[in-house]
């Protein structure tokens, strides 16, 4: 296993972090699937295979996922760092939810019930709130951690313009700073290179990933035929957008490719993201031990730059305005010159 430090932090994460959405049971069955005991194997394997990176939510499966990793890391805790989130609804009155001050402090002392610690390493604000003011989610933030209950705090799903205006207020203000923007990024999904990538690398902000395999789509499981079979798990849980028949298309690249590395698709898609620069740590979400032990080969196995450049020109999304207007517009007698 390799590491590295995450964003302008010292925080040293594994490059594949475990991602702990599938534990416990609940509303959505194609999703919450793992038992106890199935969990304490991935999170043994986890640990054996150098994972010192666990993360979870406040949201999965009303809770169950804090409560088994918690129960399942156990006396290891000390030597792992823990990510938890907080912001999506966990009950029914109307204060439950957002990324308030009050629910932000009642949302991390939950999950430190939960998980069975005194502190999180990494918390992450889920998803935007357009009701509560920046300030106060982030002077919120800031308070946990001067309360010794949060080591360092991130955010996910949030916009590069929002996360660039926070990091410019954290630092402005001496407060706590996103260390770690967690986001959806896959080969089918590069959308986060218009703007969150730029915003990443000029800022020092680390990024992990998560849905690396879009959704499973990417592991080679699904064909053109089997796909709305009803036992697969897309079936019952189609959440990221794109168009199939050009993921397909995407896929019979990808399959070819494993075949050469003697890898699997889901290999060599997890390969791709591990060789990003702007990537710290990718999300494996495993229900099944056999699925986690064909995603912790990805560390291992290196693409070549041939091969990594038919990806991205496979898969590289069209520039968006005004984005195109700028590359198009480049002075090359200075690019010419400052190359010299």
């Known amino acids: 296993m390799k590491y590295t430090v ?15 959405m599938t534990f416990g049971t609940g509303n959505m069955p194609s999703i ?19 994972i010192n990176f666990f993360d979870t939510a406040d949201g999965y499966a009303d809770g169950q996922s804090e409560e088994m990793l918690g129960r399942l890391l156990g006396s290891r805790r000390s030597e792992t760092v823990i990510a938890t989130k907080g912001g999506f609804r966990v009950g029914q009155g109307l204060v439950q939810a957002g990324l308030s001050r009050k629910h932000l402090f009642a949302a991390c002392e939950a999950s430190l019930r939960r998980l069975g610690t005194d502190y999180i390493d990494l918390y992450i604000v889920h998803k935007t709130d357009p009701h509560t003011p920046l300030e106060e989610t982030l002077e919120a933030l800031n308070d946990l951690v001067r309360q010794g ?35 959806y990024y896959s080969l089918i999904g590069r959308d986060i290179e218009h703007e969150t990538v730029p915003f990443a690398v000029r800022s020092k902000v680390g990024l992990t990933v ?7 789509f990417l592991s080679g499981k699904y064909t053109r035929e089997n796909l709305k079979d009803e036992e697969n798990r897309l079936s019952g849980f ?15 690249t990808v399959r070819e490719l494993a075949e050469g590395y ?3 698709p889901a290999q060599v898609s997890l390969a791709w993201l591990l060789a990003q620069p702007h990537v710290s740590s990718v999300l494996v979400g495993s229900s099944k031990l056999t699925q986690l032990e064909d995603n912790l080969r990805a560390a291992e196995l290196q693409l070549s730059g041939a091969d990594l450049e038919r990806l991205n020109e496979l898969t590289r999304p069209a520039a968006l305005y005004p984005n195109w207007f700028s590359a198009a517009t480049q002075d090359t007698q200075v690019e010419e010159a400052l190359r010299r």
């Open 238 to 252: 189609d959440f990221l957008p794109h168009d199939k028949e050009w993921g397909f298309q995407v896929l019979d």
């Open 149 to 183: 209950k949060v080591r360092y705090i991130g955010y996910s799903n949030w916009p590069a313009w929002l996360a660039a205006q926070a990091v410019t207020i954290q630092r402005e203000r001496r407060w706590a700073s996103f260390i770690n923007g967690q986001v």
């Open 262 to 264: 003697g890898a699997t």
């Open 32 to 50: 919450y699937k793992v038992d106890e005991s199935g969990a304490q194997e991935l999170v043994d394997r986890a640990l054996d295979a150098g």
């Open 6 to 20: 995450l964003g302008q932090s010292g925080l040293l994460v594994s490059r594949l972090a475990f991602g702990a």
């Open 210 to 216: 998560w849905g690396p395999l879009a959704g499973g």
